[in-house]
C-alpha cells in the first residue's frame, strides 16, 4: 500500500509563509503528475497545485504567484511552498497522484488567522 505523507503545517499570521511537504514512494514518484489540494470543512477537495513527472505546473488561480510547487526526485518528495498566506487559505492540505489516484493520507493543517 502507498503511503503519503504530509507534514510542515501550521499556525502562521497572515503574511506569513509555510512549506509543506509530501513524501512517496519512488515507484509512485517516478511515474505519476503531483499535485497538492486542500479542503475545508464541508466543501470538496480542491487542487491548488500540480507538477507533471517532468517538472511543468499548474496552479489554482486563488494561488497563483503566491504558492510555488516542486519535487525532490531523489528524495521522491513534493513540495508546496506558500508565501503572502491569507486566512482564506485555512484549510487541511493534501497531496495525491494528479489526478488523484491513491488512498489519500491524514493531511496537514494551516491555519491563519484573520
Known amino acids: 500500500q502507498v503511503q503519503l505523507v504530509e507534514s510542515g503545517g501550521g499556525l502562521v499570521q497572515a503574511g506569513g509563509s509555510l512549506r509543506l511537504s509530501c513524501a512517496t514512494s519512488?515507484?509512485?514518484?517516478?511515474?505519476?503528475?503531483m499535485g497538492w489540494y486542500r479542503q475545508t470543512p464541508g466543501k470538496r477537495r480542491d487542487m491548488v497545485a500540480q507538477?507533471?513527472?517532468?517538472?511543468?505546473?499548474n496552479y489554482a488561480d486563488s494561488v497563483k504567484g503566491r504558492f510555488t510547487i516542486s519535487r525532490d526526485n531523489a528524495k521522491s518528495t513534493v513540495y508546496l511552498q506558500m508565501n503572502s498566506l491569507k486566512p482564506e487559505d485555512t484549510a487541511v492540505y493534501y497531496c495525491?497522484?494528479?489526478?488523484?489516484?491513491?488512498?489519500w493520507g491524514q493531511g496537514t493543517q494551516v491555519t491563519v488567522p484573520s
Open positions: 507538477i507533471t513527472s517532468g517538472g511543468s505546473t
Open positions: 519512488r515507484s509512485i514518484f517516478r511515474i505519476y503528475n
Open positions: 495525491n497522484t494528479a489526478p488523484p489516484l491513491l488512498d
